[in-house]
């Protein structure tokens, strides 16, 4: 993981979206001082992710984690001659913006790698873009399981682009997990599916429905709500009507957390099952008492316990940093790390120094990348997709997330 303490950096940090001008010193643009760097070449890493609305707590939870990652790089002198520093884009939650980001990251010679996106759809329309510039692209939390194993990934995988890897495990494992614990652990028969119509939650609640049946549960309703809008209340009254026993949501906290309250509002006492999405202190305070005895999986074991990671929650917490790490601090920081080890591959390789096609390189070096990281060991497969398979469940108790039970999807 390569961490050490970060008392001899500053510790006060911005924590506002960066952005990106088109042409200018990379100094004064807007850019993150990452550290003692000074001289020696400098290498971007761009960060995109929601730094503003609705989603902003998991967005900059994963921008300052991998701002932390080129920090400690720098201070451990970790390539040789190289300085590394990030540029944060805020992608809105649009997939649009996250192409234009994506054009931005591009055009600046100097960025030869990005972390990010959160969403999948949003990471859907940058994977194209970056691809095509041969510039690699490692997220930390898009779990789509198109994005690598393309659309017929159920019955042929196919890899959709050599740029493109993420350290967080795919939909097709997550979904059937919570299926299995709902049914085998939790002992729910009856489930109301909804989602929000995006790519990661249609896609979550889909292998969620088919692993539930196959264990012999009955889907007693479904809907898909507007994301745009936070009265569920004739959803909710569906639900009640319903017979359920348990709720299924795939979609993302700011939507679960109102979901969830207006479904207790109806009588309906049941709980609601939601996949990372949901899984951040903000679905807590939107839910407000309702919230008690709500599910969630996420990626990986609980970052906090890990002992991998302590050095990771201890740096984080000096580095002063205003906002938690949220559910994907870990996998950003690993996220930067891969791109920092397959950068340091790339320069070893060429006398010390960047060569011409360094992103191409850079793309190529990344796919035999592996080390001990935060979330455990990081390495990736023949799709881009990470090796640890890893999830847990966590419940909602005494105001936070507590985790019930870890494991992996037995298929």
């Known amino acids: ?43 971007v890493i761009g960060v995109d992710a929601p730094l503003t609305g609705d989603l902003s707590a998991m967005g900059l939870g994963i921008k300052n984690s991998a701002e932390l990652a080129t920090k400690i790089a720098n201070e451990e002198k970790y390539v040789d001659g190289i300085n590394f520093k990030i540029e944060a884009l805020d992608d809105q939650i649009q997939p649009s913006v996250g192409q234009q980001n994506a054009t931005q990251f591009v055009a600046d010679d100097k960025v030869l790698g990005v972390v990010g996106p959160l969403n999948s759809s949003v990471g859907e329309a940058m994977q194209k873009v970056l691809d095509t510039a041969k510039l690699v692209q490692v997220s930390p939390a898009n779990t789509g399981p198109g994005l690598t194993q393309g659309p017929d990934w159920r019955t042929k995988k196919v890899r959709q682009f050599d740029s493109y890897f993420r350290t967080a495990t795919t939909d097709a494992v997550q979904g059937p997990f919570a299926a299995q614990y709902v049914y085998n652990d939790f002992k729910k028969r009856k489930v109301f599916v909804i989602d929000d119509k995006k790519t990661y939650g249609a896609g979550l609640a889909a292998t969620f429905t088919t692993e539930f049946k196959k264990l012999g549960g009955k889907v007693v309703g479904t809907e898909h709500i507007n994301p745009d809008t936070k009265d569920y209340s004739a959803v909710a009254t569906k639900v009640k009507n319903s017979g359920a026993d348990v709720v299924y949501y795939g979609g993302e906290y700011p939507q679960a ?42 990626v990986g074991a609980p970052v906090d316990t890990l002992p991998s990671a302590k050095e990771f929650v201890a740096n984080y917490k000096e580095a002063g940093y205003k906002e938690p790490f949220e559910a994907y601090g870990g996998y950003s920081y690993d996220s930067a790390w891969a791109i920092i080890e397959a950068v340091k591959t790339v320069v070893e390789k060429n006398d010390g120094k960047l060569p011409d096609d360094a992103r191409a390189k850079i793309t190529a070096a990344m796919q035999n990348v592996s080390f001990d990281g935060v979330t455990g060991k990081v390495s990736f497969d ?22 019930v039970k870890s494991g992996t999807y037995t298929g």
């Open 382 to 403: 023949e799709f881009g997709d990470t090796t640890n398979k890893q999830l847990t469940v966590y419940s909602v108790k005494d105001g936070a997330w507590s985790p």
């Open 1 to 43: 993981m390569r961490q050490r303490s970060l008392i001899a950096i500053t510790a006060a940090l911005a924590a506002g979206a960066l952005t990106l001008t088109a042409c200018g010193s990379r100094d004064d643009d807007g850019g993150s001082d990452s550290g003692n760097g000074g001289g020696g070449t400098t290498v």
């Open 257 to 298: 957390g109102p979901l969830s309250k207006q479904i207790k509002a109806t009588g309906a006492k049941i709980p609601l099952v939601g996949g990372d999405g949901i899984k951040s202190a903000d679905f807590i305070k939107l839910a407000g008492s309702s919230a008690v005895g709500d599910l969630a999986t996420s």
